[in-house]
């Protein structure tokens, strides 16, 4: 594997960290039970982030955006995820929608797209999977066939998170049948292009404050120069965004456990049973530490796969970003998990009500084992990285 990296965080990273959980206390989660209770998206919280420019922080400062670096957005999005998981899929989304670009895309479209997401005028989604096609993403049958100097779309995508309120889409579609997962490739699809319409939202556990809907492409015209990269690119380009992203998903886990760890501990310590704490029982102890030391190992292994993923996209080889951008999200996810249960098991009674937020966190802890590649389909990456 790789010599390892340093990723300790700088004094401008504890900064960053500072400023976003100062915003996420006092504007995000005071909503969060609502954004949950409500199932609608959170604009006004999508414009306190534009306004403290932490929608989108991973945009080059050549595009308009921040250029924060990617423990940067890590520590972003697992400041606001502590706060309300739903609208760290605001940042988060916005990278996996745009990191295809950034990987591959020409100059021209670049200079089109990135821009608008920077300044807070339109969000970017990622569509890959398929009613039929899911952990088996390369069995496609969305199809784009050239004409002119045009191609013409037609399929369905699922489980397109933010669909309907992003307004631009990085599209996965086969053009060449006959090549397997080499002929399929990547494309630009705008919210307002003639064809483009969305499927009912979703009902899911949790995760209810960002919409997760179909993207169905009829007869869905795009000028040719919104292919990302070279024709039949686009899955390999898919796997390439999938090892920046996955961390992402591992940093909204990290946050999702922090938050219900913070909130069990300030519980424990304030309930008394049997003429004590609860904090003061060694099980109740033990229970705490094993939480904090899982979400503290997770933790480090999340930032050193961002460090990794900073080198790749600076242009520096680094062979084992899949391995650990898997591990990561595995690791986070699972760790997320189990802790976000044992916070509601120890609060009791309370933990199972919608009185108290831990039970939130555990419902939308859960879509972190199964998104951007379940945890069993992360463990066979790993694997085959091993056994290669």
Known sequence: MTSFPLYAPSEEHQLLRETVRSLAEEKIAPRAAEIDETEEFPWDVYKDLVAAELHAVHIPEAYGGAGADALATVIVIEEIARACASTSLIPAVNKLGTVPLLLAGSE???????????????????????????????????RAVRDGDHYVLNGTKMWITNAGVSQFYTVMAVTDPSAGARGIS???????????????????????GSPTRQVILEN?????????????????????????????????????????????????????QFGKRIADFQGVQFMLADMAMKLEAARQLTYAAAAKSELVMNGTPVDDLTFFSSAAKCAASDAAMEITTDAVQLLGGYGYTRDYPVE??????????????????????????LLK
């Open 186 to 208: 990547a494309f630009v699809v705008e919210k307002d292009d003639p064809g483009v319409s969305f499927g009912p939202k979703e009902k899911k556990l949790g995760i209810k």
């Open 220 to 272: 869905v015209r795009i000028p040719a120069w919104r292919m990302i990269g070279e024709p039949g690119t686009g899955f390999k380009t898919a796997l390439a965004t999938l090892d920046h992203t996955r961390i992402t998903i591992a940093a909204q886990a990290i946050g999702i456990a922090q938050g219900a760890l913070d909130y069990a501990i300030g519980y424990v310590k304030e309930r008394r």
């Open 360 to 385: 939130r966190m555990m419902r939308d802890a859960k879509i972190t084992q199964i998104y951007e590649g379940t945890n069993q389909i992360q463990r066979m990456v790993m694997a085959r990285h």
């Open 108 to 142: 021209e479209l670049k200079q089109r797209y990135l821009p608008p997401v920077a300044r807070g005028e339109a969000m970017f989604s990622y569509a890959l999977s398929e009613p039929e096609a899911g952990s088996d993403a390369a069995s496609m049958k969305t």
